[in-house]
C-alpha cells in the first residue's frame, strides 16, 4: 500500500538525517553532512511551502517521473514528507495512525514517452509502478509531440492538476536560474512546476541513493551517469576503466567515494540493487563499446555527468 512505502521513504529519510557525520570517514563525513543540509532544505520546501498551497491528497499536484535517478531520490523525499503531512494532519487524534485512513492508493505521476529509451529504463519504470504505488499518465509516443503540447494533453486528462513536482537540479542544463516554485513560461500550458530538488550536487545524490538501499535503474551500474535517449546516450567516458575515475580523488579503483553509505545501507545488506540490464540493450551497449566501465556513482563532478550524451544526428 502507498501509506506502508510512504512510512518506509520517511524511515529512510530520518536514517539519513540520524547518521553522525561527524563519525565516518573525512570525505564521506563531509558529504553526508552536506546532504543532510540539502533533504531539510528540500522537506522545507515541501512541507512548509508547497503542502500548505496545494493538497498533495487531492489531485492538486502531480510527480514527473522517468525513473532517474534525480527523479527517484526526490520521490524518497516527498513520501516521507506525504507520510508526515499525514501524521500532522491526525495530530490531536485520540487513535494512532493505524486508525486513520491514508488518503491516498496511489501516487499521480506524469510520464512523458517522447525518445527511444532503453528497454532497462522502461522495465524500471514500469517496476518504479509496482514498487511506490504510482498512478502512472504517459503520454502518447510521438517525436513529433513537443514537450508543451505533451503537457497539454496531460492536463486535459487530469485537469485537476495545478502543480507538478520535477527533480531538476541548477546543475541541469539550463537549470541554473530556475526558482522552488515558479510558473511555467506563457508559452507552456499553465501550471506550476515545483522544483525542490533545485540545490543537489550529483555527490549528495548518489550518497542518499546509495543509502537508501532501494532498487535502482540498472543503466547506472554499467557506466551511464545520465538516462537519456538510446540513440544519443553512451556509458560516461570518464568512467571508462582503466581511465583514472572522474572524481580524480583516489588512487583506489576498487572503491568509490560512497562506500560507507553501501556498507551501513538503510536495507542492511551492504549491497547496491538495481533491475536487470535488457539483453537487447546489453548487446547494444557492448557492441558500441566493449571496454569496461566503473559504475554511474563513480563520477562525481557535476560538469560531467552529461558526458555520455552524443552530439543529436
Ligand atoms: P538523470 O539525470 O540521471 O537522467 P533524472 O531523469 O531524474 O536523472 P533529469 O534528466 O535531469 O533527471 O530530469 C530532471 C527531471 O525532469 C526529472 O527528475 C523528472 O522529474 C523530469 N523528467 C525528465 N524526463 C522526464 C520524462 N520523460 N517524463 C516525465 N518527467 C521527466
Same mark, same amino acid.
Given at each position: ?26 570525505t564521506?563525513? #563531509?558529504v553526508?553532512?552536506?546532504?543532510? $543540509?540539502?533533504?531539510? @532544505? ?20 502531480? %510527480? +514527473?517521473?522517468? !525513473?532517474g535517478k534525480d527523479?527517484?531520490v =526526490?520521490?524518497?523525499?516527498?513520501? !516521507? ?7 500532522? &494532519?491526525?495530530?490531536? +487524534? ?5 486508525? #486513520? ?5 496511489? =501516487? ?8 527511444? @529509451? ?5 522495465? %524500471? ?13 504517459? &503520454? ?11 503537457? $497539454?494533453?496531460?492536463? @486535459?486528462? #487530469?485537469? $485537476? ?7 531538476v537540479r541548477h546543475a541541469d542544463p539550463f537549470g541554473e +536560474? ?20 533545485? #540545490?543537489w550536487n550529483l555527490s549528495q545524490i548518489w550518497s542518499?541513493l546509495l ?6 535503474c540498472?543503466l547506472y551500474e554499467m557506466g551511464f551517469t545520465s538516462l537519456g535517449s538510446?540513440?544519443n546516450t553512451v556509458r560516461n567516458p570518464y568512467l571508462r576503466v582503466p581511465e583514472p575515475i572522474a572524481s580524480f580523488t583516489k588512487?583506489?579503483t576498487?572503491?568509490s567515494d560512497f562506500?560507507?553509505?553501501? $556498507? ?18 546489453? @548487446?547494444?551497449?557492448?557492441?558500441h563499446d566493449?571496454s569496461e566501465f566503473h559504475p554511474g556513482w563513480y563520477l562525481t563532478k557535476d560538469e560531467w555527468e552529461r558526458a555520455g550524451r552524443l552530439a543529436?544526428?
Amino acid at each position: 500500500m502507498l501509506q506502508d512505502v510512504a512510512l518506509n521513504c520517511f524511515n529512510i529519510t530520518q536514517s539519513y538525517l540520524s547518521i553522525d557525520a561527524g563519525n565516518v570517514l573525512a570525505t564521506s563525513g #563531509h558529504v553526508i553532512r552536506q546532504t543532510q $543540509e540539502a533533504i531539510q @532544505t528540500s522537506r522545507q520546501y515541501l512541507l512548509q511551502d508547497i503542502f500548505t498551497r496545494w493538497d498533495p491528497f487531492n489531485g492538486d499536484i502531480s %510527480f +514527473s517521473y522517468n !525513473g532517474g535517478k534525480d527523479c527517484q531520490v =526526490l520521490l524518497i523525499i516527498y513520501l !516521507g514528507c506525504l507520510w508526515e503531512f499525514f501524521l500532522s &494532519s491526525i495530530e490531536g +487524534s485520540q487513535y494512532g495512525p493505524q486508525f #486513520h485512513k491514508f488518503p491516498l492508493q496511489q =501516487l499521480p505521476t506524469v510520464y512523458i514517452d517522447q525518445e527511444d @529509451t532503453f528497454d532497462t529504463a522502461q522495465e %524500471f519504470l514500469q517496476a518504479s509502478v509496482d514498487r511506490y504505488y504510482l498512478s502512472l499518465y504517459e &503520454s502518447a509516443k510521438d517525436k513529433k509531440i513537443d514537450m508543451p503540447s505533451a503537457f $497539454e494533453s496531460f492536463l @486535459t486528462v #487530469h485537469p $485537476e492538476t495545478e502543480a507538478i513536482v520535477i527533480g531538476v537540479r541548477h546543475a541541469d542544463p539550463f537549470g541554473e +536560474s530556475l526558482r522552488p516554485i515558479q510558473k511555467t513560461d506563457p508559452s507552456w500550458p499553465q501550471f506550476y512546476r515545483l522544483q525542490p530538488l533545485l #540545490h543537489w550536487n550529483l555527490s549528495q545524490i548518489w550518497s542518499f541513493l546509495l543509502y537508501s538501499g532501494e532498487e535502482m535503474c540498472g543503466l547506472y551500474e554499467m557506466g551511464f551517469t545520465s538516462l537519456g535517449s538510446v540513440n544519443n546516450t553512451v556509458r560516461n567516458p570518464y568512467l571508462r576503466v582503466p581511465e583514472p575515475i572522474a572524481s580524480f580523488t583516489k588512487a583506489d579503483t576498487k572503491h568509490s567515494d560512497f562506500q560507507w553509505e553501501i $556498507e551501513n545501507n538503510f536495507r542492511g545488506d551492504s549491497k547496491t540493487h538495481f533491475n536487470k540490464i535488457n539483453e537487447t540493450d546489453l @548487446t547494444k551497449i557492448r557492441n558500441h563499446d566493449a571496454s569496461e566501465f566503473h559504475p554511474g556513482w563513480y563520477l562525481t563532478k557535476d560538469e560531467w555527468e552529461r558526458a555520455g550524451r552524443l552530439a543529436k544526428k
